[in-house]
């Protein structure tokens, strides 16, 4: 990584290949000359700094940014919710991994303690405090050219013999900010809990829309999913720090530019029901992902949030279901939609309707039912009139025999007559229901229509089977 034109950070490989710090370009292509060099974009620093806090907005919403690519968090509210230090860490640790970064953590009762941890992290282990007693011993060890402020002084506290901040604290105050200014004075204070820390916190925007551009041009789909999840990450934050919860979301995938330009590929995922976790739209994506085939290369990735709902707390029972949640058992259906199709998972929808074969359609499982058509029923004494167990299709004509209804044997009408007269606006229907018993004891629900005057004799239709 090259910095007007001489090197700032250089792999562990060109680093035993003889590159140091501060070396010239050419310098570098001398001794490896196959070498992957590399401008620093501090526009792209900024970016990738801001996908990271959007992604920690999961866990607090006060994160803010500090110097030398930082940023501090204040976590105190939600270490229990998470399961403690340890646990957060672990999870912040993989969540940046996911971004496609490395980071070094530090937590302490102070954000500038926090801060000297983080950055001596990769130098001593235990970078990790909740005391303030334990905090006081952690920063006197470690080296005072950790603070930034005290860094042009190097050889002035070289000289005098001071190298951690212990051995600072004990030298004069007065002498000490005549030599070094203010600014050191005041980051130690605030590293010991001696003055008061203020931050101006990241707000969240108020609609979200990130992109990432690809390292390469590529061409096939399931590849995007790394690439997806980095932007999901960030959605996660920001809807958690929106108290809001996503409905439906919008993947779009760029295509090179030029004279044979496309347009953006959008892969569209709806939820049944309102969700602001990654893990399981990163499921939905990967099963969309896998069933697409891409018509041109892909250069760039960007998510929306097309559909929002504020965030409805969690409804935990005292004696929960055995079978799992409401929440469980929508996911499962969104996965489901996800691999089969939208139109191969269906709900039924109750029909306000006599006709049995118009008492219930099917709509996709994802489509959104009112509340009256979700309790639509019959009348009660409709509803206490018995019913098939399975309702056939389309009814089945039935073969006469000594003037009766025949089904693999005769059938012996077992009830009394239940007429059904409806649908006049449509197709008027006039048929009367029995209930029939074949010679193997069998129920079947069978209905014979009204005659007409030019019919001699009734025809019959097998419509159902009781169990």
């Known amino acids: 990584m090259l910095e007007q034109e001489r090197v700032l950070a250089a792999s562990d490989a060109a680093r035993a290949a003889g590159v140091q710090p501060g070396m010239r370009r050419g310098g570098v292509l001398m001794l490896l000359p196959d070498a992957q060099v590399h401008e620093r974009s501090p526009q792209r620093e900024a970016e990738a700094l801001y996908a990271v806090a959007m992604a920690m907005l999961q866990y607090t919403p006060q994160v803010t940014e500090a110097e030398e690519a930082t940023l501090l968090m204040d976590v105190g509210a939600s270490l229990r919710l998470f399961g403690g230090v340890p646990a957060l860490c672990r999870r ?60 042009p002084f190097a050889a002035w506290f070289e000289g005098i013999g001071c190298i951690s901040f212990g051995e600072l604290r004990r030298l004069p105050r007065p002498g000490l900010q005549r030599r070094c200014g203010r600014a050191l004075l005041d980051l130690v204070d605030a590293a010991y809990g001696l003055s008061p820390e203020l931050h101006e916190w990241i707000a969240a925007p108020e609609s979200f829309s990130a992109r990432l551009e690809l390292f390469d041009r590529i061409d096939d789909a399931e590849l995007l999913l790394a690439g997806a999840r980095r932007l999901l990450l960030q959605l996660t934050g920001w809807l958690c720090a929106r108290q809001l919860a ?23 995922v709806a939820l049944a029901e309102p969700a602001w976790r990654d893990e399981h739209l990163v499921r939905l994506l990967k099963e969309r992902l896998a069933k697409l085939a891409l018509d041109a290369p892909v250069i760039g990735i960007r998510l929306e949030a097309a559909q929002l709902q504020p965030m409805a707390p969690p409804n935990e029972s005292l004696f929960p279901e055995p079978g799992g949640t409401e929440e469980d058992r929508m996911r499962m259906l969104e996965l489901l939609v996800a691999r089969l199709g939208a139109d191969n998972v269906l709900q039924a929808l109750p029909m306000a309707d006599h006709r049995p074969e118009q008492a219930n359609a099917w709509v996709p499982v994802q489509q959104k039912v009112s509340e009256r058509a979700r309790n639509a029923q019959m009348p009660p004494d409709v509803m206490s009139l018995p019913r098939p167990t399975w309702l056939l299709a389309k009814p089945i004509a039935l073969l006469m025999r000594d003037h009766r209804p025949f089904y693999g044997s005769p059938l012996r009408m077992a009830s009394t007559p239940e007429r059904i007269e409806a649908g006049w606006w449509n197709g008027p229907e006039t ?37």
């Open 431 to 467: 048929r009367d229901y029995f209930i029939a018993e074949g010679q193997d004891h069998a129920l079947y629900w069978v209905y014979r229509e009204r005659i007409g005057a030019d019919e001699e004799e009734p025809r019959w239709y097998l419509h159902g089977l009781f169990g």
């Open 92 to 151: 912040v640790r993989a969540n940046v991994r996911a971004l496609g970064f490395t980071a070094s953590l530090g937590c302490a009762p102070t954000a500038r303690g926090a801060w000297l941890l983080a950055r001596a992290a990769g130098r001593r282990s235990g970078a990790r405090t909740v005391k303030m007693p334990s905090l006081v011993r952690r920063l006197d060890l470690l080296e005072v050219l950790l603070a930034p402020p005290a860094r």
């Open 246 to 268: 996503v409905e439906r979301i919008v993947l779009r995938l760029e295509h090179e530019r030029g004279r044979e330009a496309r347009p953006p590929t959008g892969i569209e």
